[in-house]
T-cell receptor, first 112, second 113 residues
Framework: KQEVTQIPAALSVPEGENLVLNCSFT??????LQWFRQDPGKGLTSLLL?????REQTSGRLNASLDKSSGRSTLYIAASQPGDSATYLC???????????FGTGTKLQVIP | DAGITQSPRHKVTETGTPVTLRCHQT?????MYWYRQDPGHGLRLIHY???????DKGEVSDGYSVSRSKTEDFLLTLESATSSQTSVYFC????????????FGPGTRLTVL
């Protein structure tokens, strides 16, 4: 059974700092790895999706990498801003979306 | 934002009562999903649908049933609500079964007393 772990559970950084969020998964036979953002009381917003054949994806200040062999993905946020404060979730997808396993998230606070 | 709405957004009910949550989409996507989100567990798939009248169970389907009579609507029913079903419920849609992006609704907070 796939297990997805995100450490740390919470992170507080000063504005402008570069930071890395970690996601690890136990079964490397995944189709893709997806990072989401969740704001309080809201649904999830997809940030980046990395297919199994890819090593990384970039969108603006965000860069996500995937290393299937080690069972790890990282989300790099450059020059953090208070608006980046949210919970970040990763999800490992093995097959169709009926086989998706979410991590429990990292709650990020960026202090002005 | 993808056109997904959930109703109600908040509900408080008592143990043993039936509850139906509705997910409505305007994107004409084939696949629809119901998740629950609980502290310490992340999101877990309850049921999903791959077309009108086509549904299947997810990881935590016990105590839940679903129906999809139209492309745009996916209903989640708790036949007899229990306190363990207190949770935040999210609906999601996707155009394909993957790899693809899922779009999530705003969630329904359900409290079973």
């Amino acid at each position: 059974k796939q297990e997805v772990t995100q450490i740390p559970a919470a992170l507080s950084v000063p504005e402008g700092e570069n930071l890395v969020l970690n996601c690890s998964f136990t079964d490397s036979a995944i189709y893709n790895l997806q990072w989401f953002r969740q704001d309080p009381g809201k649904g999830l917003t997809s940030l980046l999706l990395i297919q199994s054949s890819q090593r990384e994806q970039t969108s603006g200040r965000l860069n996500a990498s995937l290393d299937k062999s080690s069972g790890r993905s990282t989300l790099y946020i450059a020059a953090s801003q208070p608006g980046d404060s949210a919970t970040y979730l990763c999800a490992a997808i093995s097959g169709g979306y009926q086989k998706v396993t979410f991590g429990t998230g990292t709650k990020l606070q960026v202090i002005p | 934002d993808a056109g997904i709405t959930q109703s109600p957004r908040h509900k408080v009910t008592e143990t043993g009562t039936p509850v139906t949550l509705r997910c409505h989409q305007t994107e004409n996507h084939r696949y629809m999903y119901w998740y629950r989100q609980d502290p310490g567990h992340g999101l877990r798939l309850i049921h999903y649908s791959y077309g009108v009248k086509d549904t299947d169970k997810g990881e935590v389907s016990d105590g839940y049933s679903v129906s999809r009579s139209k492309t745009e609507d996916f209903l989640l029913t708790l036949e007899s609500a229990t306190s363990s079903q207190t949770s935040v419920y999210f609906c999601a849609i996707s155009e394909t079964s993957g790899p693809d992006t899922q779009y999530f609704g705003p969630g329904t907070r359900l409290t079973v007393l």
